[in-house]
C-alpha cells in the first residue's frame, strides 16, 4: 500500500492567454518531484515557505493535477479514479491543515463536526455516535462525554486541532498529509499534538506527511526527512542522518537556523 508521487511538475500563472502574453513564465512550484509514503510511515516534507510545500499536498490529495509526472495510490493513477473508487481514495487520503479553527466550522458541535465525513461517506446513522466516540478517545478527547457538545470556540487550539484529526480518523483512512499541522499552536501543546501522530502511527498504521518549515518538529516523530527548496527535492533519508549529517547546503542552513538542533 502506497501513495507515490512521480516527477510531478506544477507550473501557476501559465495558463495561455492575454495576461500571459510577453511575461517569463514563473519558475515552476514542483519541478520534478518524487515522494513516497507508506503504512505505518512518517515522512516529513520541510523546507521554507515558497518551497513548494503545499503544493505536492494537494497534488498527493488529488486536489490539484500535475502538468507532468503523476501520482498514484497502489499503483493508480489518480487521474484514472472515478466513481466509488475516487470516493474510498478521498476517504483513505485526509488532510489536516495549519489552522483548525479555519477548518473547523464555528457553529457545529464536536459530535456533528466529526460525524460530517461519515454522513457524507454513508454509514448508516445508528452507527455514526460510536464511531464518533472511538475516534474522539484516540485523540485524547477524554472523557468525551464532556467534549460531544462543545464547540470550536470553547476548545483550545491543541483541543481544536484534535477534533479536526478526529474528524479524519473517523473515516479509518490508510494516510494523512498535514500542512503544517502544530504552527500555529501554543509551543506547550506541539509535543502532544506530535506525540500523536507518532500514536496514530504505530497503533493504526498510518501513513503520515508532516508538512513543516520547522527541522525540530520533522526530527521530533518523523523516520524520514525529505527537504524541498525551490520546487525541488535538494536531500531526503533518515530523519537522524539528515540532521547529524547533512548533505546540502540549504539544509544545513536549515539546521543553523533551528536552535534545538543546530549546535555542533
Ligand atoms: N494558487 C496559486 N497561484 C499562483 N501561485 C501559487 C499558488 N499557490 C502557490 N503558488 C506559488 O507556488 C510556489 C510554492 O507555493 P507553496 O504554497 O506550495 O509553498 P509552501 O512551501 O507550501 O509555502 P508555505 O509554507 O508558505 O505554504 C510559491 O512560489 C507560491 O507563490
Redesign the pocket.
Known amino acids: 500500500m502506497s501513495l507515490v508521487a512521480e516527477d510531478v511538475v506544477v507550473t ?2 501559465r495558463r495561455p492567454g492575454i495576461l500571459s502574453r510577453g511575461r517569463t513564465p514563473a519558475a515552476p ?1 514542483l519541478d520534478g518531484v518524487g515522494l513516497t509514503l507508506g503504512k505505518g510511515r512518517i515522512v516529513a516534507l520541510v ?1 521554507e ?8 499536498a494537494r497534488c498527493l490529495v488529488g486536489m490539484q493535477e500535475p502538468a507532468a509526472g503523476s501520482v498514484s495510490v497502489d499503483g493508480t493513477d489518480l487521474t484514472t479514479l472515478r466513481g466509488r473508487r475516487l470516493k474510498d481514495f478521498r476517504r483513505r487520503v485526509q488532510m489536516i491543515y495549519q489552522d483548525p479553527y479555519e477548518s473547523l466550522i464555528p457553529r457545529q458541535r464536536v459530535r456533528d463536526i466529526v460525524a460530517e465525513g461519515l454522513a457524507i461517506h454513508g454509514v448508516p446513522r445508528a452507527e455514526r455516535d460510536e464511531r464518533v466516540r472511538e475516534a474522539l478517545t484516540a485523540v485524547g478527547l477524554t472523557p468525551v462525554e464532556s467534549f460531544l457538545d462543545r464547540r470550536p470556540f470553547e476548545l483550545s487550539g491543541g483541543q481544536r486541532q484534535r477534533v479536526a484529526i478526529a474528524g479524519s480518523l473517523v473515516l479509518e483512512p490508510a494516510y494523512l498529509i498535514a500542512d ?1 499541522p502544530v504552527s500555529m499552536l501554543d509551543v506547550s501543546v506541539r509535543a502532544g499534538v506530535l506525540g500523536l501522530f507518532g500514536e496514530l502511527r504505530r497503533t493504526r498504521e498510518l501513513g503520515i506527511l508532516l508538512i513543516t ?1 520547522d527541522l525540530a518538529t520533522a526530527v521530533h516523530v518523523a523516520d524520514r526527512i525529505v527537504v ?1 527548496h525551490r ?1 525541488r527535492i535538494v536531500e531526503e533519508g533518515p530523519a537522524r542522518q539528515v540532521t547529524a549529517e547533512p548533505a546540502h547546503d540549504y539544509t544545513r542552513a536549515l539546521l543553523a537556523a533551528t536552535p534545538d538542533l543546530g549546535r555542533p
Open positions: 501557476y500563472g512550484a523546507g515557505s515558497g518551497s513548494g510545500k503545499s503544493t505536492l503544517e518549515h524541498m520546487g
